[in-house]
């Protein structure tokens, strides 16, 4: 009885208060996480508000000091997901097995750094039957490693990392157990008609397709054929890219990197509030997003 009481008393606190949250990084004028997280917030009935903090990496450390003193909550997006690292006082253990934060939240002071990109992946292919599966990505970036480990997770077993750098990529990626890692060069695609045989799963993790890459894809498009019948086509970049839209035209399946985004921010806003996330919750933010 007593513990139903303080219950209800934390609900009501936490209904009285108004968020303050927003978004990290630079460049941020196209990013809609204010309008997604917004409609996320209007959804749960809580007050509060998400701006976009586009902060300069020469300014970086004074301003986001600032920042932290004066806020309840972030997301942390391109170039500061490592950066960051210095500022978090506990880190989640999937945060810290991936390698990046792309949020944080602030309580009492204290920070918290949780990547929820990992979330926003597994979340998008729990449609897919992948266990003992072989999958292949191209690129290996900080969004590659929370894509690897979410993998990992959702049973693949084998997984070919096509990059561009060699040395690099065996600097950065995480190194599962229960799953084989083969790094690869990603010429060795365009070069080789076979590398992608028994692929049930290809996911572009390079930002091929985006921005001034806009109208570039990633590999030279015949070489879908290799991948297993039936295979999907996953491109992280948040539109329908010109490597989905040829995949499509080869009959694969699809999938663009909004769902993932939205997802990420769906999760996020779950650590801020404390609040469950639900089906009405998501479908609240991508109404937000405007997808
Ligand atoms: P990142 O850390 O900069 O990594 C990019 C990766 O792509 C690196 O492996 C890089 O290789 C490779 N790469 C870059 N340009 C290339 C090129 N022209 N040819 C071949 N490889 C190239 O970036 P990220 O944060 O991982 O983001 C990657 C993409 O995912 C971006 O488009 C981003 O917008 C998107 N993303 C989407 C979501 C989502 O929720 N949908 C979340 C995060 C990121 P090097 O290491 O050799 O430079």
Redesign the pocket.
Known sequence: MVKERATIMIEVVNQNKTYKLGIVGSPLAHSRSPQMQMAGLAYLGLDGDYKKFEIQESSFDGNFTTLLSEIDGLNI???Y?EKVFKYINHMDPLAEQIG?V?TIVIEDGKTTGYNT?YY??LKSIEHLDLKGKKVAT?????????VLLALEHAGVTEIDIF???MK??YE?LPHGDGVRFNIRL?DEIDNDDHSLDGVSMLI???????GR?KR?I?IKIDHLNELEPGATVYD???SDTVFLQRARDLGFNTI??????I??GVKSLSLWTGKEIDEDLIQAMRVGFGK
Do not use: H
């Open positions: 997006t391109i170039p997901k990046a792309n990109d926003g992946f191209l690129g290996a970036g900080g969004a590659a490693k929370a990059v561009r750098s690099k990529a950065k990603l572009n993790c390079t930002p091929i397709g985006q890459l570039e990633p992280l970049v948040y663009d990197g909004t769902e993932m985004l997802l990420q």
